[in-house]
């Protein structure tokens, strides 16, 4: 795979998503078959990931096109991009207390 960055699973255990830089792609595997499920085209370069804790959506940082991709994890489609500028790469949630 080539540039690729990171690298996280669902909640569940079931998926591996992985992120490239060089590609600008997320490719999608199932962790039982190592096999790809899918491939999804974000833009020119995918960084951080971050998997909603509920496991309905995966939020992907587009670094060279300034938006978070969001994804539905259910039919793994794009449903959202986040216009956030200035070269987004990881992702954490941030809880108020």
Known sequence: MNGANRLKFTVDGKLAFI???QTGEL???DVKS???TK???LGRG????LMDPDGS???VACSADNYVAVIDLKTLEITRKLDVGGN???LAWAVKK
């Open 34 to 36: 190592r096999k790809e």
């Open 46 to 49: 995918a960084a951080g990931i």
């Open 88 to 90: 987004p790469d990881g």
């Open 39 to 41: 491939r999804i085209k």
């Open 19 to 21: 992120s490239s830089l």
């Open 57 to 59: 959506r995966v939020f």
């Open 27 to 29: 490719t999608v595997f």
